[in-house]
């Protein structure tokens, strides 16, 4: 018989930098999960991927075992490391951090599609360009 699911969390932590501090511990803590055990098998999985901000989601079990899956890391994070920016803008509607080509967008694509609602490549393109203007990035497709 399957285990009942008590919760599912979903956080976003700084990849291979797990810590017990806030958002982490309270979140870990008030589901009964054991905090450093997590973050120990966190830490050691997302190593590789050093820099980016992963979502994380974690499926608490009444039995207090939990079972986790990363995801690929947040958008906005993607686009920057394609652009080679530091931040997107600070006031996106009147300021521009630059300009994000089609074939910086196909590499964000290729990377994340397994996380998007779709499938389509043309698709996949426009999430990926609703996302950099929401961060003020001007795109050429």
């Known amino acids: ?4 699911v008590s919760s599912v ?7 291979g930098k797990g810590t017990p501090a806030p958002p982490v511990g309270p979140a870990l803590g008030q589901a009964g999960i054991n905090m450093m055990e997590f973050l120990k098998k966190f830490n050691e999985q997302t190593a590789p991927q050093m820099g980016f901000t992963l979502p994380v989601e974690i499926t608490v079990f009444e039995d207090r075992s939990y079972s986790f899956k990363v995801k690929q890391p947040l958008m906005t994070d993607l ?11 600070s006031n996106p509607s009147k300021e521009s951090a630059g300009k994000l080509t089609r074939a910086q967008a196909l590499t964000v694509v290729k990377q994340k599609i397994a996380d998007l609602n779709t499938d389509d490549e043309e698709q996949a393109l426009r999430i990926v360009a609703g996302s950099a203007r929401s961060m003020g990035v001007e795109t050429d497709f």
């Not at 018989?1 to 009942?4: D, N, T, Y």
């Not at 969390?9 to 990849?15: E, G, P």
Request: charged letters at 30%; zero cysteines; glycine letters at 10%.
């Open 9 to 15: 969390i979903k956080l976003n932590i700084a990849a």
């Open 79 to 89: 686009i920057k490391r394609a652009m080679g920016i530091e931040k997107g803008s």
């Open 1 to 4: 018989m399957a285990k009942k």
